[in-house]
């Protein structure tokens, strides 16, 4: 009896796992979806000038480079939701302009090591016709940033200050903002796509837990902080094509 039972659960096992697996199978067939991987370089337009104990400071973020990686649904021929992160350092700097020159080795620039993390949800659009081979596109959504000071940011902050402050606090800054966009796909082959991408990620200005003011209004950047990222990389088609 022991013995029948245990070869009836054997084969009710393997019939499980049959079926099981001719599901997955079909499920991953029927699935239509690319994922993508993209690399480049971002400017950030948000120079601010601003009075501090009688100087006059200068803050920006440093431009650099950037990755995104993201995951683009079709809804149909010409439209697609894609959610996406994009990942990179942009560095914030002080600077007193009533020292020179505008160095580090002077004294006169300050460097807060920061790190960018994006994570977006967009909708694109593809036009119906290509230029060259190359299909246009335009894109917007929303997205959710981390402004993320490093420990070096911190530890500066806490050792040199914050403009005419002495020792400064800094910490992470969370925005949530959205993005526009355009870009280029060319195909290469039946499932690799080529990728030109152009995206402003515009938010609130990121403030590091720095106070309003010291002797006037202190803001790392204007009130409005825009992140410029031009990507080029490759999606790859999954599923049915």
């Given at each position: 009896?022991?013995?029948?039972?245990?070869?009836?659960?054997?084969?009710?096992?393997?019939?499980?796992?049959?079926?099981?697996?001719?599901?997955?199978?079909?499920?991953?067939?029927?699935?239509?979806?690319?994922?993508?991987?993209?690399?480049?370089?971002?400017?950030?337009?948000?120079?601010?000038?601003?009075?501090?104990?009688?100087?006059?400071?200068?803050?920006?973020?440093?431009?650099?480079?950037?990755?995104?990686?993201?995951?683009?649904?079709?809804?149909?021929?010409?439209?697609?939701?894609?959610?996406?992160?994009t990942y990179g350092p942009?560095?914030?700097?002080?600077?007193?302009?009533?020292?020179?020159?505008?160095?580090?080795?002077?004294?006169?620039?300050?460097?807060?090591?920061?790190?960018?993390?994006?994570?977006?949800?967009?909708?694109?659009?593809?036009?119906?016709?290509?230029?060259?081979?190359?299909?246009?596109?335009?894109?917007?959504?929303?997205?959710?940033?981390?402004?993320?000071?490093?420990?070096?940011?911190?530890?500066?902050?806490?050792?040199?200050?914050?403009?005419?402050?002495?020792?400064?606090?800094?910490?992470?800054?969370?925005?949530?903002?959205?993005?526009?966009?355009?870009?280029?796909?060319?195909?290469?082959?039946?499932?690799?796509?080529?990728?030109?991408?152009?995206?402003?990620?515009?938010?609130?200005?990121?403030?590091?837990g720095l106070p309003n003011?010291?002797?006037?209004?202190?803001?790392?950047?204007?009130?409005?902080?825009?992140?410029?990222?031009?990507?080029?990389?490759?999606?790859?088609?999954?599923?049915?094509?």
């Amino acid at each position: 009896m022991v013995k029948k039972t245990a070869q009836g659960l054997l084969l009710l096992t393997a019939l499980l796992m049959s079926t099981g697996g001719l599901e997955a199978r079909d499920l991953f067939q029927n699935i239509n979806f690319d994922v993508y991987g993209l690399a480049g370089w971002s400017t950030m337009f948000d120079a601010q000038y601003f009075d501090s104990a009688g100087r006059k400071y200068h803050s920006r973020f440093d431009p650099d480079y950037k990755f995104s990686v993201g995951v683009a649904i079709p809804y149909n021929k010409y439209l697609s939701i894609e959610s996406g992160l994009t990942y990179g350092p942009n560095d914030l700097v002080l600077t007193n302009t009533n020292i020179f020159p505008h160095t580090v080795a002077s004294g006169s620039v300050v460097m807060y090591p920061v790190n960018n993390y994006m994570g977006t949800l967009s909708a694109v659009v593809h036009t119906p016709y290509s230029i060259k081979h190359f299909k246009p596109y335009v894109e917007a959504g929303v997205e959710y940033d981390r402004f993320s000071p490093t420990q070096a940011a911190i530890a500066q902050a806490l050792n040199t200050g914050w403009a005419s402050t002495s020792t400064a606090l800094i910490n992470h800054s969370n925005k949530f903002g959205f993005n526009l966009g355009v870009g280029l796909d060319r195909k290469l082959t039946r499932r690799l796509t080529f990728r030109i991408d152009a995206r402003d990620h515009i938010t609130s200005s990121p403030q590091f837990g720095l106070p309003n003011s010291y002797s006037a209004a202190v803001y790392a950047t204007h009130t409005r902080s825009s992140l410029a990222v031009y990507e080029v990389g490759l999606m790859y088609h999954l599923g049915k094509k």
